[in-house]
């Protein structure tokens, strides 16, 4: 069974303050997602990554970095968590690629992060 | 521009009956439909996925449609029950890559016991 964590499961953060939310997979996945998930939008696409030490810019990346340093861990960084960053953020790996021949993606149960 | 519009956004349903989810989308490239089941507190996980190639795919209760002259795609649940009770999203991709792959907003469904 394909297996993402993440932790911290929630977190609350002060305006302007530094977050990090981390994600480690066993699934010998090469290809790792951060998404934000928000009411009424659905799932958006922020940074992704399919090698270590290499990460690349999804549909809305503005406002966070990401980090790879092994191929098990994906890390998402807010260096100024700011209100409208409030949302659940969910990692997901996958094997190919996504979209590339039917892909699929496995999600972790996500971070929920409020930003007061 | 939402690549993949789904309807509706809400639904209630009685435990027993047949669910109906839509979705459609505007990008004729597209080959590649997965649907996504989300329960409260945990992640989406796949649930049924079609090609372009084919009009219908059935998985026990669960059978999804893909109407390509429309682009349209539905997914039917019969005999609802109340662990059906998430959130669906449906999904479009072209298979080239992240930059062709789009989610719709989802659908929360609710099955009244």
């Known amino acids: 069974e394909a297996a993402v964590t993440q932790s911290p499961r929630s977190k609350v953060a002060v305006t302007g303050g530094k977050v990090t939310l981390s994600c480690h997979q066993t699934?010998?996945?090469?290809?790792m997602y951060w998404y934000r998930q928000d009411t009424g939008h659905g799932l958006r696409l922020i940074h992704y990554s399919y090698v270590a030490d290499s990460t690349e810019k999804g549909d809305i990346p503005d406002g966070y970095k990401a980090s790879r340093p092994s191929q098990e861990n994906f890390s998402l960084i807010l260096e100024l968590a700011s209100l409208s960053q409030t949302a659940v953020y969910f990692c997901?790996?996958?094997?190919?690629?996504?979209?590339?021949?039917?892909?699929?993606?496995?999600f972790g149960p996500g971070t929920r992060l409020l930003v007061l | 521009q939402q690549q993949v519009r789904q309807s509706p956004q809400s639904l209630t349903v009685w435990e027993g009956g047949t669910t109906v989810l839509t979705c459609s989308y505007e990008d004729s490239t597209f080959n590649y439909f997965p649907w996504y089941q989300q329960f409260p507190g945990e992640g989406p996980a796949l649930l049924i996925s079609i090609l372009s190639v084919s009009d219908k795919k059935e998985d026990g209760r669960f059978t999804t449609f893909f109407n390509k002259r429309e682009k349209k795609l539905s997914l039917h649940i019969i005999d609802s029950q109340p662990g059906d009770s998430a959130t669906y999203f449906c999904?479009?991709?072209?298979?080239?890559?992240?930059?062709?792959?789009?989610f719709g907003k989802g659908t929360s469904l609710t099955v009244i016991p």
């Open positions: 999904a479009a991709s072209s298979n080239t890559g992240y930059q062709n792959f789009y």
């Open positions: 997901a790996s996958s094997d190919v690629g996504l979209g590339i021949n039917q892909d699929t993606q496995y």
């Open positions: 699934n010998n996945h090469d290809y």
